[in-house]
């Protein structure tokens, strides 16, 4: 399966009239695979009627008046299908000997061959492997490339939903009409009709479809919290209901944990930091423009490629233009001073620190993921070094005790990288709460958002996860003197216990 493209995802889905995205989450929505024991027939090469005409004309009935008297049709609705089986050549049109005779019919070879395979049609038995839904507790069709077995979840430390109610699907003949609307898009069964759904055959095996889960917060009643769910890049609104209905905030004590308060942030800020925080709305009305600009030269750089030579030059010139525009709307939203960073800026923010450190980058994290620390992450650390950046890296809530391989396997990369370059320091500070950014002296992030762990952690609670972005030079150098004196103090204790 392709790499899922979380952060794309979100970003473009993170604006909701009336809501502010709070955070995101992995998650992998409930589905059992299904053995049913079903009863089917294959689907006749002809319609209904076509099989009683046939039939009809092989018991004696000749003449079309004949026919329809006998099927109880119309005459005209005889003639139609009658002349739809002749150009299909499956009887053939014979005329009387005078005109006082009406034409008749008989069956031509395809046609008498047509109604021996139509009588020898019967129900079959079979059983059927069916997905159904967790959630939505319906059937439904699911590709084998989009089933995730729960230790493929846990391999990625993405988190379950569970199921509402937990229990699997009970089968019965009531499931005749939900089962029937999937076998369709089923190739096996493509050319069946299900006649009834008989009983369980098998055991039920539970597998997981990856999404992503957007928490919003109204911005008028806070007190008001919608998840809503993406799957494939594709918003389900089916779940988003079906887990409403379920209770599924409460049940998950999303409500509760997203009350709870990071205290880390604002101490770290002080309060002549916070006062000076830009207007939520101001800076929302340029995040929308940025947004707007975005979108258009997407959809002009869309067109120009399959436009004619004329029309694209005016497209590509249009383009220059909206780029521009989003080139002045990105940077009067860099030029605030300290100003709130939503949750879906911070990933693509880290991304941007990696790309674009000339003298230092300094990271603080609790956590380290396998996840967010991949290969990719690696060579950009690296891709820093060797330009002579200076790189530090502070992680470490406890003694790591309890760090999954996984994860071990990553630190003890980066362990080695630090070994072989002397600009990169890699500390477990042991109690660190913080999360913090800080690039060059241009801009420094504190903030809730896990920078080390934000995809691959189960365990990451559901917490408001904006930050506060500051460009003061002063503040900048401040905070970074604050967490290298952290640094160098725990960096002495590791050396002294060697």
Known sequence: MSEFPVEETVRRLSKRPGYRLVTYREVGLPHWDVPIRCRLLKKKSLSVLDEFILRSIEAGLSVSDDIAGFLVLPVEVVDAAMGRLVVSGHIIAVAG???AQPVHYVLSDRGKRAAKELTDITPEERTLRMAYDGLTRKYVFIEKSMRWRPRDLRDLDILEIPAFPADPPTVSPEDTSGVASVLRRITETAQHDLLTVMTLD???????????????ESVDRSEEIYVQFAIDGRVSEEHDLAFAKAEGLRKLGIVGSLRDVDPVVDALLGEELI?????????????????????????????????????????????????????????????????VLEVHEHAPLLVDALNTAQEQLLII????????????????????????VAVVIGYGIDDGKSVNERDRAVEKKLQSLAAEFENFRFIRLGDTHAKVLIVDHSYAVVTSFNWLSFRGDPNRPFRDERGTLITIEEEVKRLRSDYMDRVNAAGAQSDSRV
Do not use: C, H, M, Y
């Open 365 to 388: 994290s609790p956590w380290i993921r396998a996840a967010v620390v991949n290969d990719r992450f690696i060579k950009s650390v690296r891709r820093l070094l060797e330009s002579d």
């Open 275 to 339: 006062k000076q925080r830009a207007d939520d709305a101001e800076v929302e009305a340029i995040r929308r423009t940025t947004e707007n600009f975005r979108v258009q030269l997407s959809s002009l750089e869309e067109q120009a490629e399959s436009a004619s030579v004329e029309k694209r030059e005016q497209l590509v010139d249009l383009a220059t233009g909206v780029a521009k525009r989003l080139d002045d709307a990105e940077v009067t939203l860099k030029r605030i001073p300290v100003r």
């Open 202 to 216: 098998g055991k039920r095996e539970k597998f997981f479809v990856r999404a992503l889960a957007l928490i919003f």
């Open 97 to 99: 000997r005078s005109n």
